[in-house]
């Protein structure tokens, strides 16, 4: 079982930068592949970033490439999602997902445990 916390969403202006962070609970935090998603209001939750268990492959959704970058810190059980450029679009709650195995994916259905979201509004 994996409890997953996320955290640094807020009210950031277009172009603002936001990290947010996720933290695992559980001793195996290593063993699983983690994933960011977001959904907007009156849309389906949707993919933005994965990285593998060990840190060494991370993959993103075409409208974030170049803006945004996944990384972790096994040692800490924290996964991190910074974001740059920060566009009005880009406004949504967004969710970790852990899954657990080595094959990362982009799919929602394929992921184990969720946290509770953050909201992350920017103003245009």
């Known amino acids: 079982q994996v409890q997953l916390v996320e955290s640094g969403g807020g009210l950031v202006q277009a172009g603002g930068s936001l990290r947010l962070s996720c933290a695992a609970s559980?001793?195996?935090?290593?063993?699983?592949?983690m994933g960011w998603f977001r959904q907007a209001p009156g849309k389906e939750r949707e993919f933005v970033a994965a990285i593998s268990w060990d840190g060494e492959a991370t993959y993103y959704a075409d409208s974030v490439k170049g803006r945004f970058t996944i990384s972790r810190d096994n040692a800490k059980n924290t996964v991190y999602l910074q974001m740059n450029s920060l566009k009005s679009e880009d406004t949504a709650v967004y969710y970790c997902?852990?899954?657990?195995?080595?094959?990362?994916?982009?799919?929602?259905?394929?992921?184990?445990?969720w946290g509770q979201g953050t909201q992350v509004t920017v103003s245009s």
């Open positions: 559980g001793r195996t935090f290593s063993t699983y592949c």
């Open positions: 997902a852990a899954r657990q195995g080595h094959r990362i994916s982009l799919r929602v259905g394929e992921y184990d445990y």
